[in-house]
């Protein structure tokens, strides 16, 4: 009886033992795929970072089952689209519509390009030219869908001929670069003092009627860049375009410079209440945005000087602000309350152009 109770224990442990090193079998081989899985996930991402640009701009999307590499991975938490795509660097992936995206570098970009200084093109020459773009100034890939929607908004007023040169410059470029974008070209009646950063304001608020953008560039008109590398985006932290100037021969001229080109998302645009409305004549209003941007503990991104060049036409220098200082050290006390929660102005006409969408403003004059 003993015996048989002694070869029944036996038995029995030994099936014990037996389950426990078929668990341990599981549980070691499964944490291996489990990891090679994880590492070919990081790896797919890393070998697409313009695709994981696409989280903050499409939906998240649930999936059961995805496929890296050649492996599956069974999931049922939520993942976005940038994970599920191709493993090949020439196919970025497709879109929840199943349309392919864009490239975050087009593989067209030529690199240095010429500046064309003078003479300046005119109206109907330019639209021969760019008979692809869409009414107001808008054009998109027709091959595959944009990573970034773009507004470019430009203060205007009584700067024709560099408008020309402008938009013969920018509409290649921003072309090769496959983005959706539109230029608006926000221009101030009268001949009252000059503030430009209400202009680019109003740009942002209007240009939200015409199109959900989540990207701004603020450009001066006099600005060319010299590189289609120099990608007309928004990246995860506000940007300064016009690094290296030709009239600066080509060095940043100072450490917290924001002006002349920048690019700021919508997400940010919102947090920093937009530029200043109080910058009546010239200067101040960039120096005022970089303070927002450091006071909301966001920094300033730039590309390296060898791409981010350009050439600014010449042009007569407008008068400098004499007040531009006793504003700029105000500025911190009227960040909340002075910017795009406080514009007031008055929209005196609006044009679709082939070339550009066109702004009248009236903005009233400080008291």
């Known amino acids: 009886m003993l015996s048989n109770w002694c070869q029944s224990s036996t038995l029995y442990k030994?099936?014990?033992?037996?389950?426990?090193?078929?668990?341990?079998?599981?549980?070691?081989?499964?944490?291996?795929?489990e990891h090679q899985a994880e590492n070919l996930i990081a790896i797919n991402t890393t070998r697409h970072m313009g695709v994981q640009r696409l989280i903050a701009h499409q939906p998240m999307v649930k999936v059961a089952k995805i496929e890296v590499g050649n492996a599956t991975i069974i999931n049922g938490t939520?993942?976005?689209?940038?994970?599920?795509?191709?493993?090949?660097?020439?196919?970025?992936?497709?879109?929840?519509?199943?349309?392919?995206?864009?490239?975050?570098?087009?593989?067209?970009?030529?690199?240095k390009l010429k500046i064309v200084k003078s003479p300046a093109p005119t109206v109907v020459d330019l639209e021969k030219r760019f008979a692809w773009l869409k009414p107001g100034g808008h054009s998109y890939p027709e091959t595959c869908q944009a990573l970034h929607k773009v507004a470019i908004i430009i203060p205007f007023r009584?700067?024709?001929?560099?408008?020309?040169?402008?938009?013969?410059?920018?509409?290649?470029?921003l072309r090769r670069q496959q983005i959706d974008y539109t230029i608006f070209v926000v221009e101030q009646e009268g001949d009252g003092p000059f503030n430009r950063a209400m202009l680019m304001n109003i740009g942002y608020k209007?240009?939200?009627?015409?199109?959900?953008?989540?990207?701004?560039?603020f450009h001066d008109i006099d600005l060319l860049p010299e590189d289609d590398r120099n990608l007309?985006?928004?990246p995860e932290q506000p940007r300064h375009m016009s690094v290296a100037i030709d009239i600066f021969?080509?060095?940043?001229?100072y450490k917290g410079i924001f002006g002349g080109v920048s690019a700021i998302s919508k997400?940010?645009?919102e947090l920093l209440n937009g530029f200043s409305n109080s910058f009546w004549g010239w200067g101040g209003e960039d120096d005022d945005m970089s303070n927002?941007?450091?006071?909301?503990?966001?920094?300033?991104?730039?590309?390296?000087?060898?791409?981010?060049?350009y050439t600014m036409l010449t042009h007569k220098k407008d008068r400098p602000s004499p007040h531009r200082y006793e504003v700029l050290r105000s500025g911190q006390k009227r960040f909340t309350k002075d910017g795009i929660n406080s514009l007031k102005y008055t929209l005196v006409d609006v044009k679709q152009n082939l070339l550009y969408t066109w702004l009248l403003v009236k903005l009233e004059p400080p008291s």
């Open 14 to 33: 030994g099936l014990f033992t037996l389950v426990l090193i078929l668990i341990a079998l599981e549980y070691l081989f499964g944490g291996l795929i």
């Open 78 to 111: 939520e993942l976005s689209v940038s994970n599920v795509t191709s493993t090949t660097e020439d196919s970025p992936g497709v879109s929840p519509s199943g349309v392919q995206v864009c490239p975050e570098v087009p593989a067209n970009l030529t690199g």
């Open 158 to 173: 009584c700067r024709g001929e560099h408008l020309l040169l402008f938009l013969q410059h920018m509409h290649p470029l």
């Open 206 to 217: 209007e240009a939200l009627n015409f199109n959900n953008f989540h990207c701004f560039i």
């Open 232 to 234: 007309y985006n928004c």
């Open 249 to 253: 021969k080509y060095k940043l001229p």
């Open 267 to 269: 997400e940010h645009f």
């Open 292 to 309: 927002r941007i450091r006071y909301h503990k966001l920094h300033i991104s730039r590309y390296p000087l060898t791409i981010a060049k």
